[in-house]
């Protein structure tokens, strides 16, 4: 398989920002991007202005004697109290920002739980019940890398891939975190998602709805090991009808119900 990152959509617009959206949590996120860069580019050119000024202005001259300063108590109380308050101002919206992505995931989304392991994305989807079926970290090992727990109904109907992931469009996308190894991070720069996979937690807050069709690079943003830098996957965001023609292609086939044997009577 060619490597996922020959997959994954050029650039050919915005290519000195960031890449065009491709989910709903980064229109907050790209206005409060916007707004900081906006505020310090203001700031830096306003002082490297200043100090330009300064410098013409007082530089030195003939006949014109250095005088000292102690300080103006009205200019220092304006400099220390606007950038606190442009500091509390981002604060308070970006906490808002931020509880956004924290009310929980609507009851139609879809399941999704991602593994990270050195160095590589192990991804279950829930099946048509859209119920994970229960995994523990102390449960895995070599032959169960996910800890599942096989004796769940729920997990009947679930179906894995690895470094393949594929999401519809317009549809909520519930992801569930954890990590086999090391700390990972789950890394999308199109859905403006970022979250780090800690060892023995499992992420549960995160979701959102992938609102345009691409072909993305699912990346680890954490530096994981000697592999790190060939840690990524192949996400598609897809159709409806693309995302259950996927589905049913791997989905667990049903197992066929034997019929008992009918007994043979002998008669004497």
């Known amino acids: 398989m060619a490597p996922s990152f020959l997959m994954a959509e050029s650039r050919v617009e915005n290519v000195w920002g960031a890449p065009k959206l491709a989910s709903n949590i980064g229109v907050n996120v790209d206005w409060l991007f916007n707004i900081i860069l906006w505020l310090t580019g203001v700031v830096f050119f306003a002082t490297q202005a200043l100090l330009v000024w300064f410098c013409v202005k007082y530089r030195k001259q003939k006949g014109v004697k250095a005088s000292f300063s102690h300080g103006n108590n ?26 956004e992505f924290h009310v929980p995931a609507p009851s139609n989304a879809l399941k999704i739980e991602i593994v990270g392991e050195q160095y590589g994305w192990n991804i279950r989807y829930a099946g048509k019940d859209n119920v994970l079926g229960k995994a523990s970290d102390k449960a895995m090992n070599k032959e169960n890398k996910l800890g599942l727990d096989k004796t769940d109904p729920a997990a009947a109907d679930d179906f894995e891939c690895y470094n393949d992931m594929v999401i519809p469009v317009d549809r909520p996308v519930h992801i569930v975190m954890r990590s086999r190894d090391v700390i990972h991070a789950f890394y999308v720069p199109e859905f403006r998602l970022y979250q780090d996979m800690v060892p023995g937690r499992t992420i549960e807050w995160v979701w959102f709805i992938p609102t345009r069709k691409g072909n993305f690079t699912l990346a680890c943003s954490q530096l994981c090991g000697t592999g790190h830098y060939n840690m990524q996957g192949k996400l598609d965001v897809v159709t409806a009808e693309e995302f259950e023609k996927f589905s049913a292609a791997r989905a ?13 009577t002998t008669v004497r």
């Open 74 to 99: 009205f200019a220092e109380i304006v400099w220390t109290t606007t950038p606190a308050v442009i500091f509390v101002g981002l604060f308070i919206y970006s906490r808002h920002v931020w509880n």
């Open 252 to 264: 667990p086939k049903p197992v066929a119900q034997t019929a008992p044997a009918t007994p043979v």
